[in-house]
């Protein structure tokens, strides 16, 4: 089956610092990757679409800004938070469809633990 | 490992009920999800559990057995907009989702 690995799995940093999670495809390509984060014991929140070679498409409530999206090859998404801080610390999850594939579905990555001290 | 266990597909009839069986085996466990996606579309979250039994919420309810390692996802009254796939994912020691590979439903008029 397609396969989507996330990096790093885990990661703690210091805050106000910036962190990058990277997400990509191995064995297909993907024109659109979606990233969700997930709060403990709370549900996964959609945070943005990753379109290849345009801009990401936020969901409400999230910054642009703070969470940059970079979808630059047909295999990578990558996220960036920017300025780290404690109530950043959550799960961030991304899954990608591949490309020419009309069932739609999804295949998702491992997800990537963020701690903000 | 750690692994989770759902069918692959299921056929049920307009109206009907059906059962979605999930089961998992994991480092610690601190919840199971179920999830609700359409073809194209994210995946979209339908129940938590995390206690024992069956919570109910409209024509879905989901069931939880920890000492069993197992979960179902119950669908009464079957729409034909109910076609999609249910994910079930498990949530570890550590909080990471082990996602099942999702059982592709499809109804029939």
């Known amino acids: 089956g397609a396969v989507v690995s996330q990096h790093p799995s885990r990661v703690i940093c210091k805050s106000g610092t910036s962190v990058k999670i990277e997400c990509r495809s191995l064995d297909f390509q993907a024109t659109t990757m979606f990233w969700y984060r997930q709060f403990p014991k709370k549900s996964l929140m959609l945070m943005a679409t990753?379109?290849?070679?345009?801009?990401?498409?936020?969901e409400q409530g999230v910054e642009k800004d703070k969470f940059l999206i970079n979808h630059a090859s047909l295999t990578l998404s990558t996220l960036t938070v920017t300025s780290a801080h404690p109530e950043d610390s959550s799960f961030y999850i991304c899954?990608?469809?591949?490309?020419?594939?009309?069932?739609?579905?999804?295949?998702f990555g491992e997800g990537s633990r963020l701690t903000v001290l | 490992g750690q692994n989770i266990d759902q069918p692959t597909e299921m056929t049920a009839t307009e109206g009907a009920i059906v059962q979605i069986n999930c089961t998992y085996q994991?480092?610690?466990?601190?919840?199971l999800f179920w999830y609700q996606q359409h073809a194209g579309e994210a995946p979209t979250f339908l129940s938590y559990?995390?206690l024992d039994g069956l919570e109910e919420k409209g024509r879905f309810s989901s069931f939880l057995s920890r000492s069993k390692g197992y979960s179902y996802l119950l669908l009464k009254e079957l729409q034909m907009k109910d076609s999609a796939s249910y994910l079930c994912a498990a949530v570890d020691s550590n909080y990471q989702l082990i996602w099942g590979a999702g059982t592709k439903l499809i109804i029939k008029p």
């Open positions: 899954s990608a469809r591949p490309l020419g594939q009309d069932t739609g579905e999804l295949f």
């Open positions: 990753s379109n290849e070679g345009s801009k990401a498409t936020y």
């Open positions: 994991t480092s610690g466990f601190n919840g």
């Open positions: 559990n995390v």
